[in-house]
């Protein structure tokens, strides 16, 4: 099976930095994703991680290390608009292509 | 040119009645699914569907029956609905292979009275 943990709710400041937190357990491990899914909304895509290291892409990077189960979504210079739910998800090779998300930490970006 | 379209968007129905939520997409991909967010927003994947074959069936009730009368489209039914069921369906569609992201849609509310 799979089990992924992630802290429920996280503030910080505008323009400030945060790191997001994901630890994981899975068999047959094909890749991490990162989604933002803001009040409401459907969930989308931010970045997939299945190399060791870090992947930056504008304002956000994502960091895996497979051998310890650990990944993290960094948001620099925080805005208003990044308050919203980021949820860690898992690929697993047992079932195709599908995806286990954790439960979601909740960023509350104050001013 | 919605990516991922779902309808409807709210869903109120009594207990006991069976319910349907429709799915279509238009990115060509080769997979949909259907997850349940509940209260807690706990993303939980219900089915996967890939050239018409179901992939994975998770704990689901029997209850549910996905059906997908072609590539682009997922249908979701639901019989006898329970109190339990009330929550956001979410429909998500993805190309073949583990690197590709899902597109999802913009879910269902469904309020089970």
């Known amino acids: 099976g799979q089990n992924i943990d992630q802290p429920t709710e996280m503030t910080a400041t505008e323009g400030a930095i945060v790191q997001i937190n994901c630890t994981y357990q899975t068999s047959g491990f094909n890749g991490l994703f990162w989604y933002q899914q803001h009040a409401g909304e459907a969930p989308t895509f931010l970045s997939y991680n299945v190399l060791d290291g870090l992947e930056e892409k504008g304002r956000f990077s994502s960091f895996l290390s497979r051998s310890k189960g650990y990944s993290y979504l960094l948001l620099k210079e925080l805005q208003m608009k990044d308050s919203a739910s980021y949820l860690c998800?898992?690929?697993?090779?047992?079932?195709?292509?599908?995806?286990?998300f954790g439960t979601g930490t909740r960023l509350t970006v104050i001013p | 040119d919605t990516a991922v379209s779902q309808t409807p968007k709210y869903l109120v129905t009594q207990m006991g009645n069976d319910k349907s939520i429709k799915c279509e997409q238009n990115l060509g991909h080769d997979t949909m699914y259907w997850y349940k967010q509940d209260s807690k927003k706990f993303l939980k994947i219900m089915f996967s569907?890939?050239?018409?074959?179901?992939?994975i069936n998770e704990t689901v009730p029997n209850r549910f029956s996905p059906k997908s009368p072609d590539k682009a489209h997922l249908n979701l039914h639901i019989n006898s609905l329970e109190l339990g069921d009330s929550a956001v369906y979410f429909c998500?569609?993805?190309?073949?292979?583990?690197?590709?992201?899902?597109?999802f849609g913009s879910g269902t509310r469904l309020t089970v009275v």
């Open positions: 998500a569609s993805s190309r073949q292979g583990p690197n590709y992201g899902y597109t």
């Open positions: 998800a898992v690929s697993s090779q047992t079932g195709a292509n599908n995806l286990f």
């Open positions: 569907y890939n050239n018409k074959e179901l992939i």
